[in-house]
């Protein structure tokens, strides 16, 4: 248990927005704003976009959700994050925990009834999100692969709630999405890797824990092969070489992702390859703009 001692409103304030990881949240709303203009579009009607109030509300929709499953996340391993990374830990040091789990609920309800607002597809695609981050942190992330398919999908999510809601250009939103999904998949896996020992103490069934490092590394060059080949599949059936011509420069940093994965054994080595897949794919997002 996390002993909670009195903190001054400063470090309260830092230590929420470290629990909602306010850094991966405005990586959200840039990706969707960026999706509005460049995939979406009209391009040339970017600023008339910025300033319309639907993609505000579609992105503090999908903020509230995120920020809320961050939040039960922590809620249900706060054992474990003391031992993988004690200095990031907030619930019980900074939050009480039913605070914590009153502002998830808060959260979960307003992104939902500003989909609802917007759409009834957009609505169940949030409480779809809703149920599967509840479900992920209370149980399905303690068995191996399973867990991280969920997050993979929910990460897709963000981007499919455009096409969901503008029906337009959704072949090659659906594209981005996987493409989310798929460096998503490989980057859970590989923090699995790099949280093994705190996992295994509490009785979680990871990949790592369940198949050992060397079994799930092959698993990974499978998943990387596969999700390389299609994307390349795909955009040759669109017939978009600008997508495929994207996706040949982003072989220079998955390569060097396999080089780095094959001699990785370390918590240390795990962790750049976990920041590695967050590079890939902001690259992957900021492509938007040549797609």
């Keep these: 248990m996390v002993m909670r001692q009195p903190v001054t409103f400063q470090a309260f304030a830092v230590g929420f927005l470290r629990l909602i990881r306010v850094q991966n ?67 019980g040091r900074y939050l009480k925990r039913r605070v914590a789990i009153g502002t998830h609920q808060i959260l979960s309800v307003l992104g939902c009834l500003i989909g609802l607002y917007l759409s009834k597809w957009v609505f169940l695609l949030d409480v779809v999100s809703v149920s599967l981050l509840w479900f992920y942190s209370a149980r399905l992330k303690r068995e191996p692969f399973i867990g991280n398919v969920v997050i993979a999908l929910l990460t897709a999510f963000s981007l499919l709630v455009l096409a969901v ?37 509490f009785g979680c069934r990871t990949l790592p824990i369940v198949w050992g490092l060397r079994r799930t590394k092959y698993l990974l060059y499978v998943l990387i092969a596969s999700f390389i080949m299609t994307l390349f599949l795909i955009a040759n059936d669109l017939d978009n070489q600008k997508l495929s011509l994207i996706f040949l420069l982003l072989l220079a940093p998955i390569t060097w992702l396999i080089y780095r994965l094959v001699y990785a054994d370390k918590r240390s080595d795990f962790g750049y390859l976990s920041s590695l897949c967050k590079i890939i794919m902001l690259i992957g997002i900021l492509s938007m703009i040549w797609a």
């Design 25 to 91: 949240l405005l990586i959200v709303v840039m990706t969707q704003f960026l999706a509005r203009i460049a995939l979406v579009g009209p391009r040339h009607e970017w600023l008339r976009i910025l300033t319309d109030p639907t993609i505000w509300l579609l992105s503090f929709s999908t903020v509230c959700i995120a920020a809320a499953g961050y939040i039960i996340n922590d809620y249900f391993d706060v054992k474990i994050d003391l031992i993988n990374k004690p200095e990031r830990v907030v619930i």
């Design 165 to 201: 809601y503008y029906r337009k250009n959704a072949d090659i939103i659906l594209i981005y999405a996987l493409f989310s999904f798929g460096i998503s998949l490989v980057r859970e896996v590989i923090k699995d890797m790099q949280d093994i020992r705190g996992d295994a103490r």
